[in-house]
């Protein structure tokens, strides 16, 4: 039943500031036409120095950082105002969750049950994969004895950010509803496109299912020798019956459906090939690092005034159309119904190919302002960019 919002943030309100019987808190997901301050928050109580105070943790979906409050200074009203769509408040005898709906109602769910305070402070930051999973070792990263081969600790870097990508991405769209609860029988659905030596293909899988998430995973890659070694790792790591891999292209993969779409470092346009799959096949959320980036570059043939001020130079140019081929994709997607955001992947110390589209699918219909910007932007700088005639067959 649909309650009175104000009348729920209360509620919610009152159950965070009384520290004695509070467990955890999890805002996720937005409210439409509102960005909240964070992708997630989560706050829980700690006891330092014989003080209860509460931890706050936000995650921009690419690092979390983590501040203390007294109760008394956390505004806890204006955290829970901010945007947020779900609102989780578990405490020592039970939970309070919020949905918040497209009119702004609230839809309320009470459940009794005993929890415990766990008020131990750790600012450690754990890693998210053992060093000894079998996994590292099969793909080269790891050696033997466990330890990460000091070449590929750039790699191991990068398995492991995008698992910090990925992970509270994922959790918050399964806890708006934009993705389906996993189960044994409905595992979820990961297809890594373009896989190559299937480092992100195994790391998620095997993430995944280390915090009980049921994942039935796909790579995809042209080159049967990719297939090959990766279907023979799987079979070493005794997983095969949940992850496999195909030799395609991505435009005519025979894989149906998705409700995680990967792809890193596809170049050129095979990064709208991918894209343009997931927005076919329907997958919920996507995770896309572009590579090189060629297909406008060789488009602009004489730049809109006054931009020959910075396209004359050959390097600045070819940036230039880099920024327009990765902002153009995000909008795209925005105009087929995703939530899009360009990140950082990995800092540019680790990979020069650092930047990151991610996008969930809310099913929002584009607004006419957006696709008036999209069609300014095309005609000023006289181009077609490939994912639009994949997806917007224009």
């Not at 943030?9 to 009152?14: N, S, Y």
């Not at 990508?165 to 769209?173: F, I, Y």
Request: glycine share 4%.
């Amino acid at each position: 039943m649909t309650t009175d919002l104000t009348q729920a943030f209360d509620e919610a309100r009152q159950e965070i500031e009384r520290t004695e019987s509070l467990v955890r808190v999890v805002l996720s997901g937005s409210q439409r036409n509102m960005t909240p301050p964070a992708v997630r928050i989560d706050i829980r109580p700690v006891l330092i120095k014989d003080k209860v105070l509460l931890q706050v943790s936000a995650s921009d979906g690419r690092q979390i950082t983590s501040k203390n409050y007294t109760p008394q200074e956390l505004k806890v009203a204006e955290l829970l105002e901010s945007g947020f769509s779900n609102i989780l408040v578990e405490h020592t005898t039970g939970s309070l969750s919020i949905r918040v709906t497209k009119k702004h109602g609230a839809l309320v769910r009470r459940e009794k049950g005993e929890k415990h305070q766990q008020l131990s402070h750790d600012q450690s930051k754990k890693r998210l994969l053992d060093p000894f999973d079998p996994f590292l070792r099969e793909v080269g990263i790891a050696d033997s004895d466990g330890q990460i081969k000091p070449t590929r600790q750039d790699k191991y870097r990068q398995v492991e950010e995008f698992l910090r990508l990925l992970t509270p991405t994922l959790m918050s769209a399964i806890e708006a509803g934009h993705i389906h609860a996993p189960t044994k029988i409905a595992p979820l659905k990961i297809v890594d496109l373009g896989c190559g030596n299937a480092y992100l293909t195994f790391a998620a899988h095997q993430y995944l299912s280390s915090i009980n998430i049921p994942v039935q995973v796909i790579g995809i890659d042209i080159r049967q020798e990719s297939r090959k070694r990766n279907s023979e790792i799987a079979e070493r790591l005794g997983i095969s019956a949940t992850i496999e891999f195909r030799a395609e292209e991505i435009s005519q993969s025979t894989v149906e459906g998705a409700d995680v779409v990967i792809a890193l470092h596809a170049c050129d346009t095979a990064t709208d090939d991918a894209i343009a799959w997931a927005v076919k096949n329907d997958a919920r959320l996507m995770l896309v690092a572009p590579c090189c980036h060629h297909d406008l570059q060789s488009q602009i043939v004489d730049s809109p005034d006054p931009w020959q001020i910075v396209t004359k130079y050959g390097l600045l140019e070819e940036r230039i159309a880099d920024l327009l081929t990765d902002a153009l994709r995000a909008h795209i997607l925005k105009l087929v119904g995703y939530r899009s955001e360009v990140i950082e992947f990995v800092g540019g110390q680790h990979t020069p190919r650092n930047l990151m589209i991610r996008a969930v699918k809310t099913g929002a219909s584009a607004d006419p302002i957006d696709i008036k910007r999209y069609e300014e932007m095309v005609e000023l700088w006289k181009i077609k960019p490939a994912l639009a005639l994949r997806v917007l067959n224009k």
